[in-house]
């Protein structure tokens, strides 16, 4: 098979059409003439992390509290790892997010009084189950916007430390694409199949965090030289158990307290931050009292069929469970676990190490949702938020000119693809060597299987299988484009893994349990309050301590 080279220009190219590149593309439509292209490896109208929709948006600022309340909370559950100039820029456009999405045609449900229905102090209840064809649909009927569904981006275009473009492939056709670009926007979401999943063999995909988002737009950005910051702050979401449906909703909706096998609430022993939650649950587990579960049982019928609702809109799998067993939530508790660990940065911190601009520090590469490091707890509205941030400042940052490469370094990358689509046979197949990966991370890089803990030797360990398995990708075979972008997956996922293992070997505390759980510095160290970054040079993978934004300060490049 030969790859046709197709070369296209345009002023702002957006890598990833989820929530936050649909924001960012319209954003810049506002301010702007210029042209827009969205490249999306799937199809805008049900792509990303909102594809099944969701019933709530997490990210609000309510009435009498100020976007700093908002940087205060993220803060205290991050334990202080966070860029609170980044935290504050992002909180600041919250609400003008959310009222753009009403005006959009997303339904907001109301209170009594007319304004927004809150559940919890931070969250406005939504019926979402079509909020990725709303945004579509006004991507759509855009004129300035064009999109290329099914198109898969593997590779930035760098030329002096400067964004000049991406090459990407069809999936649906033999195609390399060579993209120049003025700028250049990454939002291709955060990464999950790093680790061994809950659920095994044919249900694997049955997690919490879509299984196509592969950590694509963070090993672009390794592979380029952009540095990377908090990649050791993993996110292990506490979930119902086999459906790994979310827990908000009944922890916030009902007022459901975590309890252990003998009823007693366990919660605030350990903590009521996000990964003491989790730790909490695991912990109690250990000691002989698990099962754990979320104290649903007595709710009344009213809130138990606003459950069943609730979770249609973005669950359905656990309302099915529900109704298949006969026992709904307020006949039986809710047994909950912990899921595999992933890295995205709209939950915690890892990601690109951007400006308040969210310039990466590859010039006229910028960063928005999951993909943006130091700024958790996005949720939808804080990606909305940094999209319209980071498209703005594209706006500024953009000149006049292309930047187009030598023809032998599109020639170079088009022979390395064809490579696996003429190679007539592997040793190996890409589902092998994804188990194998998956494995790897679980067993020494802390996984499920080991109670999310890790030691430094167990981390050399990881890292000589994951380079092992980099070694046998370069030999794996493609029948067709789908099974090329398999494969480039799997690369991107093993290129994050070893960041990912760099980062949890260089930071010698355990800051956040579970989420970074470290047996031989089993204790958090005032030390370590600071940021631990990374860069590739020359092939190898560079660690950068650098020191805590201090409050009220704000970071530029």
């Known amino acids: 098979m030969k790859l046709q080279v197709q070369k296209l220009y345009t002023d702002f190219l957006i890598i990833g059409g989820g929530t936050a590149g649909c924001w960012a593309a319209l954003a810049f439509s506002e301010n702007s003439n210029k042209k827009i292209l969205i490249v999306e490896k799937a199809n805008i109208k049900r792509s990303g992390c909102l594809a099944a929709g969701v019933n709530a948006l997490n990210a609000y600022i309510a009435p009498g509290k100020k976007p700093q309340d908002y940087v205060d909370y993220a803060r205290a559950d991050a334990a202080e790892i966070v860029r609170g100039d980044l935290l504050l820029t992002m909180a600041q456009g919250l609400n003008r997010a959310v009222n753009g999405l009403e005006k959009a045609g997303l339904t907001i449900l109301k209170d009594e009084h007319g304004g927004y229905a809150m559940r919890g102090e931070r969250n406005v209840k939504i019926n ?31 030329s002096g430390n ?9 999936i649906d056709s033999p ?10 926007l990454c939002s291709t979401g955060g990464a999950c199949g790093l680790y061994k999943p809950n659920n095994p063999g044919f249900s694997r995909h049955k997690m919490w965090y879509p299984p196509f ?12 030289g952009a540095e990377m910051t908090t990649l050791e702050m993993r996110f292990v979401a506490l979930r119902c158990k086999d459906t790994i449906a979310p827990t908000g909703t009944l922890a916030q909706g009902v007022g459901a307290k975590q309890i252990n096998s003998c009823g007693e609430v366990y919660e605030n022993k350990y903590g009521i931050s996000t990964s003491q939650r989790i730790y909490g649950t695991v912990v109690e587990n250990l000691k002989g009292r698990g099962p754990c579960f979320l104290k649903t049982s007595g709710i009344s019928k009213q809130q138990e069929f606003d459950l069943y609702k609730a979770y249609l809109n973005m669950a359905p799998l656990q309302t099915l469970k ?30 690109y190490w951007v400006s ?58 088009k022979q390395w693809l064809e490579s696996f689509l003429n ?18 991370m679980d067993k020494y890089a802390g996984g499920i299987s080991s109670n999310y803990s890790f030691s430094e030797k167990s981390l050399g360990i990881a890292d000589e299988k994951i380079f092992e398995i980099e070694r046998k990708s370069e030999n794996l075979a493609a029948l067709d484009m789908m099974s090329l972008v398999y494969i480039l997956e799997l690369k991107e996922r093993l290129t994050l893994c070893r960041s990912v293992i760099a980062h949890l070997a260089a930071r010698k505390e355990t800051r956040w349990h579970i989420f970074a759980e470290n047996s031989d510095y089993p204790e958090c160290s005032e030390k370590w309050k600071l940021y631990v970054n990374s860069k590739m040079e020359n092939g190898k993978l560079n660690i950068i301590l650098r020191p805590l934004v201090k409050e009220g300060e704000f970071y530029e490049h």
């Open 356 to 413: 308040t601009e969210r310039e990466t520090t590859i010039r006229g590469l910028f960063a928005a949702g999951d993909v943006a490091g130091g700024c958790p707890q996005k949720y939808v509205s804080g990606a909305l938020a940094e999209g319209e941030i980071a498209a703005k400042s594209a706006l500024k940052y953009m000149d006049e000119s292309f930047f187009e490469i030598d023809g032998k370094e599109i020639s170079k990358r």
């Open 128 to 158: 979402g189950e079509n909020i990725k064809p709303i945004l579509a649909r006004k991507i759509s009927s855009n004129p300035q916007i064009s999109v290329l569904n099914r198109v898969n981006a593997f590779e930035y275009i760098v």
């Open 175 to 184: 195609v390399l694409y060579v993209i120049y670009a003025r700028a250049v």
């Open 322 to 351: 529900w109704v298949e067993s006969g026992e709904g939530p307020s006949m039986k508790n809710v047994e909950i676990e912990g899921t595999e660990p992933y890295i995205v940065g709209g939950h915690t911190a890892s990601g």
């Open 213 to 224: 988002n592969t950590g694509a737009g963070y090993a672009m950005g390794i592979l380029a």
């Open 162 to 170: 400067r964004i000049c473009g991406v090459y990407a492939i069809g």
């Open 423 to 440: 190679r007539l046979d592997s040793e190996f197949s890409t589902d092998e060597l994804e188990g194998e990966m998956q494995a790897a």
